[in-house]
Structure formats: structure tokens, C-alpha cells
């Protein structure tokens, strides 16, 4: 008995330690599966992936290239963030009908709203490619030549590998470089808006809760896939019908617990967990804080207009939650490297790792590794640091700097492509820009212009500052450019792209926004760029040997492929957590807590009078549990950016939630995962279901949804276990 206790323990303790990892759905057979079935799943991994017949993947698209979304109706209905559906939620509201702030819903199919440029992305088919991608690359030994002959590779099989016509070959590469596996998508286009609550419940807590638990966010959307008479992608038409698709999750009526099994399924963009300490130490040291200095300036500006101008606050709304957003995560990942000593933790194991290349005779080839990425990265540093200053000031949160961006590659293409392919680029422009003016405000960005070009003259590398930066007056620039530019306004835009090349060239040489977006981006492709693309090249080289020697050499631990904004699995428990000394937090939350935080008329923590009177009557539904009203749980689930929206899936294969966000202590996660204090975070799947449903009267859509109960004839087993 004691010893089963003893193995039970070990056995609790290991499965623990491992949590953590994304992995490729067509290949958990295995440890994986063992893993997973040890921590409660019921299902078996031909569920979750199958070539031959649908499975739980054929529910799970991308949506947009960026979240993830998961079907939850034979009619094409799918459930994503209402962060992810945000800009189309915006670019459907006006002052007058304001979806982001009263929300939206179709109690018909002919209300829903189509959203050009939204793509849903179902992913048929995983196969791997490795062989094929690097024939002929063994002789090369130039990295460039290497890397170029490897872009052919994947672009000739791209074409030549089998698929449907309306179908698409992707080849994405694992393990940086040393795995290349195949995916076969179908993309839809025609994707239209159903249901999204106010802000007030999808984004409650804005940026404040943003990365925080306790959460009560209602943080969901939902759309709607339509396709061609034969279920084929197609662009928008009124004739579309909606999508059947190949399998659709059924929905779970019966919650979580703690210690319940669940997997999420989604498309992680990118994740770092393989890095030399060196690296982590320049991110902790140098690139978050000049990142983070920077959007904390643009952010301060934005949120004074958006205070007090309600026209401002929808412009900027989009735009303000995406900058916050890294803002937040990049404060969060630096404290939470800085608290769980991920640079010591790392230099001890890569000492280990120097060991083992002795014990094994490896050094010829592993031998140097570790020397020349610290030699590499303290090389790139001022390259580094000036690149991430180019790309926040001028690419990212200075608009004005970022349309002259556009402008300058325009005659970019003039001078390196001709005439013709400069009018196509040119009209190009003035067509898409047409929105982006929609939501520039000229008094807001020359504020902000004045800040970032100020913190650029005086805290970027010096080295590189181009001469109309040295010793800069800001406040003057900043009225000089925005009283003369014409690039502040979609009018002013339009003239100066009116008439020939020659003539179109000559009055952006004569504006003076545009000429100091060359000055800047002259200074930096000449003087940082190159360097800084020769010293990546080698690091990433490095950074795949590294790899290479890794899955080589340390055999006990399992490793994952980093993310790469394929489709994965993770998996784990429903988990609460310590986050500092004498504090506990349990892992899931209620509608009483929405009413703990609720603040009349706060832009951030209002609570809909609707909401209130749901929660005073106590009207659940059957959404309910025990009289309250669960909104969100943590799981042990090792997520990142691109998670968003991913369905969390019960031991059984059904729905219970919605991914959206992770906990401020383990935001690190993405470059170094610590199992005891990384929790994702997701929106109960119930209290979707109540908004829909109590909420919003959205019947209809209620209608569409397979709704099951696999706890309630549980046996009594499983009680009695919790009981201990
Ligand atoms: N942090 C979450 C993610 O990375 C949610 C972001 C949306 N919310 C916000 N307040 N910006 O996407
Ligand atoms: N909120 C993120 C997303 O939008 C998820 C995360 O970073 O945990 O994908």
C-alpha cells in the first residue's frame, strides 16, 4: 500500500514536471498518447487526428492566419475570441450602431454580416517532407546558398505534391530546419459575422485584466463559414449556402472540475523555447524594456484622445488593444524570466550540455556551439536594439511614418522594377489605404510622432541615428511635418500620387513627411539591415545545429517543435496556482466576480444592466452550476499567441471552452515554461452558451448545437477519488 502510494506520488510529480509542449497532431501516437490517457482522456489520438476519416482536426480552422476558431454546427457556425473577431466588429459599427459597445446578433441567416478579406483555413492533411526538402542541399556549405536552394526545394514541391484544385500545399519547416512537414488547407473566404456580445462582456476588463487571472471575460464570437453549391470555398456571393462541415464539436453541459483532463487544439504562432542563455539575457536586458518604453509612450497618448473623444475611442479601439497587447506581455515576460531565473536555469543546463558533448565525442561538431552564440548575439546587439527601435517608432505606432514606409517602397519598386509594376504598386496603395485613413486621426499621431521621435533621437544606437535626428527638436519637427505633410490626410495622399512616375516622385521628394522616412530608412537598410540579416543568418544556423545537437543529446526529456503557427495539440489538467508566497489561486471563476469588479459607466469594468438583472434572478439556465454561474478556468496547457480561440476539449471530445489568454506569471512561457505557475486561461464554455442563449434571446443559433452530458452518469468512482 505504501509503496503504491510512493508510485502514485513519483507518478503525480512526473507527469507534472512534464506538462507543457505542442505537438503535432498526426504524430502522438506513443508517448503522447500514454501521457495523455494517463492524465484522463478517454478519446483515442485517431480522434483527434485522422487521414482517412474526419476527425476533431476537421473542426479546427485557423481564422485569419492569426487565432484559431472551431466549428460548432452541421450548419458552419464557429466560435472564436471576440478579440479575434474584433476588427470586424469594428468595421461594422459606427457611431450610430456601435456592435463593440451594444454587440451584435443575427436572428436570421440573412442578417449575418460578410467581411471582405476574413479567411478560415481547415487544414486536410499532415505529411512529412524532410527528404524531399533537402535533396541536394548536403554538398552546400554557404548558409545563404543553403537556404536558397531549400526556398526552391519547398517552392518546386509546393506545386508538384498532390492536392484538390481549390486546395493549397504549405511547407512549413520544425525543430529550425531540421524537419519540413506538409500541410494541405483548404481556405474559405466567404465568412460572415453571427454574434458577438458588448465589450462589455467580450472584453471585459480590457487592458487592465488583460494577461491577469482571476479573469471574467466573455471573451467569444461567432461566424459563420458559407461555400459553393458543392461545400467548396468560394468568394462572397448572396447565392453561397452554409458550410457542412466534416465534423463539428458537440458542446459539453457538464464543466470542469479541478484536476479534469483537457486539450487545447489550435495554431500557436511562435514560441522560443530553445534559446542559448545569451539570447534570453538580451531580450530580458535590452530589447523588451526599448520596446516597451516605446508603445508605453504611443499607448499614453492614444488612451488621453480616446478618454475623451467617443469618435476616437472606435477609430483607435482596434488598434490601441493590439499594441497593448505585446506591451503588456513583453512587461509580464520580462518579469517572469527575471523571477524564475530563466537565465541561470539555462546557463546550468547548457553546462550540462557542454559535458555531455565531451562524454559523447561530439565536440568536433557541437564542440563550439555555445562560444560562437555568444560571440553572435553580442555582435547583433546594436543591430538588434537599432532594428527594434526602426521597426516600433517608424513601422509600427508612428502611422504617418508607417504610410511613408509604404511610399518609400514605392519608389523602391520604381527603381528596381520599372514604370509598370510601379503604377500597379501605386494603385495598390491608394485603394487599401482608403481604410487605413478611416481610422488615422492627425492631431493623435503627431502627439505620438513627437514621443517616439523624441526617445529615437535620444535612446537608439547613436551610431545609427541619421543627421536630421541628431540633437532634434521633436515638438518643431513634429508641427513642421504634420502642418506640411500631405500624408495626413487620404486626400492630401491621393494628390501626391496623382500623374506620372516622374512626376509622382518628384512631389514625394518635395513632402517633407516623406522625405524623413528616407532619411530614416535609407540610414537603417544601409546601415543595420545588412548586418543584422548577416548575423540572424548565422544564428539561426547555429540555432539548428544547437537544435539538432539537442534532440540528439538530451534523449530524457521530451522535445517539442517550437511553434509555428501550425495546428497543434496540448494538453493537461484543470489547475490552479501559487503565484507568490501565502497566495492561492483556484482555477475557475463566476459571474460573482464580474459583480466584484463591476464599476458604473467604467470604460473597462462596466457590467451591461441586462447581466445584472440575469445575475440578481439567478436565471442560468441549464447553463448554471449549483446557482452560479461559472465564466473562466485556468488548465495546465501550454498555449501561445495564435491559441486565441482555440476550443479546450473535454476526456471525452467535447467542448468545454474557449481559449483566450494566459496568467501574468507564466506569460514567459513562450521562452521558457515553467509547469508550476504557466496556466492558460479560457472562457467556460457555459457561460458562452448563457450569453447566447439568456442574454441575447439568440435561440436560433442555440438550435444549431449538439449539447451533451458525459458526467452526469458518471459513477460514483470518481467522487469518491476527489473526496481524498
Ligand atoms: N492577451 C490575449 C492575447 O494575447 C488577449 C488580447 C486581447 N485583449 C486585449 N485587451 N488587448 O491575445
Ligand atoms: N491571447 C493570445 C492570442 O490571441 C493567446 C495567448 O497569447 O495566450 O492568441
Known amino acids: 500500500m505504501k509503496f503504491l502510494k510512493l508510485f ?51 473542426a479546427v480552422p485557423h481564422f485569419n492566419g492569426g487565432c484559431t476558431s472551431e466549428v460548432i454546427s452541421p450548419k458552419g457556425l464557429i466560435l472564436t475570441n471576440h478579440h479575434c473577431g474584433f476588427s470586424q466588429i469594428q468595421s461594422h459599427s459606427t457611431v450610430d450602431h456601435d456592435y463593440l459597445t451594444d454587440g451584435f446578433w443575427a436572428y436570421k441567416m440573412e442578417d449575418e454580416l460578410p467581411n471582405e478579406g476574413l479567411t478560415v483555413t481547415f487544414m486536410v492533411k499532415i505529411e512529412d517532407v524532410t527528404t524531399a526538402v ?110 457542412t462541415p466534416k465534423h463539428f464539436l458537440p458542446i459539453s453541459l457538464d464543466g470542469v472540475a479541478e484536476d479534469d483532463f483537457t486539450l487545447v487544439f489550435g495554431y500557436p504562432g511562435k ?178 510622432f513627437e514621443q517616439l521621435i523624441e526617445l529615437y533621437a535620444t535612446k537608439s544606437p547613436k551610431q545609427f541615428l541619421p543627421k536630421g535626428l541628431v540633437n532634434v527638436n521633436a515638438k518643431n519637427l513634429a508641427s513642421e511635418v504634420y502642418t506640411k505633410s500631405q500624408l495626413k490626410n487620404y486626400a492630401g495622399l491621393k494628390q501626391l500620387l496623382t500623374g506620372d512616375a516622374g512626376t509622382v516622385l518628384a512631389n514625394l521628394n518635395n513632402d517633407p513627411g516623406f522625405l524623413l522616412v528616407k532619411e530614416l530608412a535609407d540610414k537603417y537598410s544601409k546601415e543595420v539591415a545588412p548586418k543584422y540579416d548577416e548575423l540572424n543568418l548565422t ?54 466576480g464580474v459583480m466584484e469588479k463591476y464599476i458604473p459607466g467604467d470604460y473597462e469594468f462596466d457590467v451591461p444592466a441586462k447581466l445584472i438583472d440575469l445575475y440578481k434572478t439567478k436565471d442560468y439556465g441549464p447553463y448554471g452550476e449549483n446557482g452560479k454561474m461559472p465564466v473562466c478556468f485556468i488548465g495546465t496547457n501550454h498555449t501561445t499567441g495564435g491559441n486565441s480561440g482555440s476550443p479546450a476539449i473535454d476526456a471525452n471530445g467535447n467542448l468545454i471552452g474557449l481559449n483566450f489568454d494566459r496568467v501574468w506569471e507564466g506569460t514567459m512561457s513562450d521562452i521558457y515554461y515553467d509547469p508550476s505557475i504557466c496556466r492558460n486561461i479560457m472562457v467556460d464554455i457555459r457561460y458562452v452558451l448563457f450569453i447566447m442563449d439568456k442574454y441575447a434571446g439568440a435561440k436560433n443559433l442555440i438550435s444549431e448545437l449538439k449539447l451533451v452530458h458525459p458526467k452526469k452518469n458518471k459513477p460514483l468512482k470518481n467522487k469518491k477519488l476527489k473526496q481524498k
Open 271 to 448: 514560441t522560443n523555447e530553445y534559446l542559448p542563455s545569451v539570447a534570453i539575457e538580451q531580450i530580458v536586458n535590452e530589447l523588451n524594456p526599448a520596446k516597451i518604453e516605446i508603445r508605453d509612450k504611443a499607448l499614453k497618448v492614444a488612451d488621453g484622445f480616446m478618454r475623451k473623444d467617443n469618435a476616437i475611442k472606435i477609430q483607435y479601439a482596434s488598434k490601441y488593444a493590439s499594441i497593448a497587447n505585446y506591451w503588456k506581455k513583453w512587461i509580464g515576460e520580462t518579469q517572469g524570466l527575471k523571477k524564475s531565473n530563466a537565465v541561470a536555469v539555462k546557463k546550468e543546463s547548457e553546462k550540462e550540455f557542454q559535458q555531455k558533448i565531451v562524454k559523447t565525442g561530439k565536440e568536433k561538431e557541437y564542440g563550439t556551439l555555445l562560444a560562437d552564440f555568444d560571440k553572435n548575439y553580442t555582435e547583433i546587439a546594436p543591430y538588434a536594439v537599432a532594428r527594434d527601435y526602426f521597426t516600433e517608432v517608424v513601422l509600427r505606432n508612428t502611422e504617418l511614418l508607417s504610410t511613408g514606409y509604404k511610399l518609400y517602397q514605392l519608389e523602391e519598386v520604381y527603381k528596381s522594377k520599372g514604370e509598370q509594376s510601379f503604377n500597379d504598386r501605386k494603385n495598390n496603395l491608394i485603394a487599401g489605404l482608403a481604410d487605413f485613413y478611416k481610422n488615422f486621426n492627425a492631431t493623435v499621431d503627431e502627439k505620438v
Open 134 to 243: 533537402l535533396e541536394g542541399t548536403a554538398t552546400l556549405t554557404n548558409e545563404a546558398a543553403k537556404q536558397k536552394k531549400i526556398q526552391e526545394n519547398i517552392t518546386a514541391l509546393s506545386k508538384s505534391l498532390p492536392k484538390e484544385n481549390w486546395q493549397e500545399n504549405k511547407i512549413r519547416t520544425f525543430f529550425e530546419g531540421n524537419q519540413y512537414i506538409l500541410f494541405v488547407t483548404e481556405t474559405f473566404t466567404d465568412v460572415r459575422l453571427v454574434g458577438a456580445p458588448p465589450s462589455s462582456i467580450g472584453k471585459f476588463g480590457s487592458d487592465t485584466d488583460n494577461w491577469v487571472w482571476p479573469r471574467h471575460t466573455g471573451d467569444f464570437s461567432l461566424f459563420r463559414i458559407y461555400a459553393d453549391k458543392n461545400n467548396r470555398p468560394a468568394a462572397y456571393s448572396k447565392d453561397n449556402v452554409p458550410y
Open 8 to 58: 502514485l506520488l513519483l507518478f503525480v510529480i512526473q507527469t507534472q514536471a512534464q506538462q507543457g509542449g505542442m505537438w503535432i497532431p498526426s504524430l502522438l501516437k506513443g508517448m503522447n498518447e500514454t501521457e495523455m490517457k494517463n492524465l484522463g482522456m478517454k478519446i483515442s489520438v485517431q480522434d483527434i487526428y485522422d487521414v482517412n476519416q474526419s476527425s476533431m482536426k476537421d
Open 539 to 592: 544564428i539561426t544556423a547555429l540555432q539548428r545545429t544547437y537544435m539538432k545537437a539537442q534532440l540528439e543529446l538530451n534523449t530524457e526529456s521530451r522535445i517539442f517543435p517550437d511553434a509555428n503557427s501550425t495546428l497543434r495539440v496540448t494538453y493537461g489538467k484543470v489547475k490552479g496556482y501559487e503565484p507568490k508566497d501565502a497566495t492561492v489561486y483556484t482555477p475557475v471563476t463566476y459571474l460573482d
